[in-house]
């Protein structure tokens, strides 16, 4: 490789590197946050005397990455952004903002891995993988469709190799979710339906 092109990958492999580790940190966080809002619950529904609030984990695992000096400097000073499901429970969020060229199939494929593991606990669920464009669209689904592919293998070891690709047409049901990682390709605007 020529000298300019080896120092740019070795800079995309290093920021990749420093991307995933943040992303493991909160990870982390956000499970030990999650294991003290259930004690936490489970204290309040056996003694409702208490009137104990139950903390919203993911709320305070970033304040921990913030805390600890591990947002992004371009994020350090953006409020927390609560979200929440259809019955009130706080829903953890993380967004990883990565220039063109910066490898975000990979690390989308490494982020799902690391989410099921770290986080999760399993290697079954149902990922929504949104993509900005057909041309973008056709070649995720060749590359995670293509069990030769690092990103599929990466799909693959997360999920022990029951990894299951879906498009918008394809059906699903609950046992599809419950023995396999199933990963839905989606175009922004079928998404956006």
Known sequence: LPHRTGVTMLRALAYQQRTLDTLDAY????????ATAEAVAKLAAEN????????????????????????????????????FDGIGRPVPNA????PTGGGKTLLAAHAVSRILGRYLGGNTGFVLWIVPNEAIYSQTLKRIA?????YRQILDRAAAGRVKILEKGDRLDARDVEANL????????????
């Open 27 to 34: 990870l982390t966080l956000l499970g030990q946050e999650k």
């Open 48 to 83: 409702p005397a208490l009137d104990l609030p139950v903390p919203d984990f993911a709320e305070r695992a970033w304040g921990k990455m913030k805390d600890a000096g591990r947002l992004p400097p371009s994020r350090a000073a953006i409020p927390f952004s609560p979200r």
């Open 95 to 98: 967004v990883l903002k990565v």
């Open 146 to 150: 293509d069990r030769q592919h690092p």
């Open 182 to 193: 199933c990963v839905m390709l989606l175009m922004l605007q079928s998404a956006n339906r």
